[in-house]
């Protein structure tokens, strides 16, 4: 394996452990968002909905940032579609 492939290695696992923490925090609050929902507590549910949107921020920033990386070492990256609901709940568990 180069040089070039063990760091851009390094590099995917590092944003993929970057962005494990704030998919984890969107899933767990966008379960007690669902929960606060039920029971309708208004000021609750904002709280949650912010704590979601800032860990989404930052999720996206690391994307971002991985893609440029990606691009900057001429790693082809392929775009699928996901089923996010369901990777954000499997990241939650």
């Given amino acids: 394996m180069s040089v070039e492939s063990r ?3 390094a590099l995917a696992a590092s944003v993929a452990h ?5 998919l984890s925090v969107v899933g767990a609050t966008l379960r007690l968002l669902d929960q606060a929902m039920e029971a309708r507590d208004a000021d609750g549910e904002r709280g949650l909905l912010e704590t979601a949107l ?7 920033l690391q ?3 991985f893609r440029d990386l990606a691009v900057e070492r001429g ?12 990777l ?4 939650g568990r």
């Fill in 75 to 86: 790693v082809r990256l392929q775009r699928e579609r996901v089923d996010l609901a369901r």
């Fill in 7 to 9: 760091d851009f290695e």
């Fill in 63 to 65: 994307s971002r940032r």
């Fill in 88 to 91: 954000v709940c499997d990241l």
């Fill in 18 to 22: 970057e962005m494990g923490t704030p």
């Fill in 54 to 60: 800032r860990n989404l921020q930052l999720v996206e």
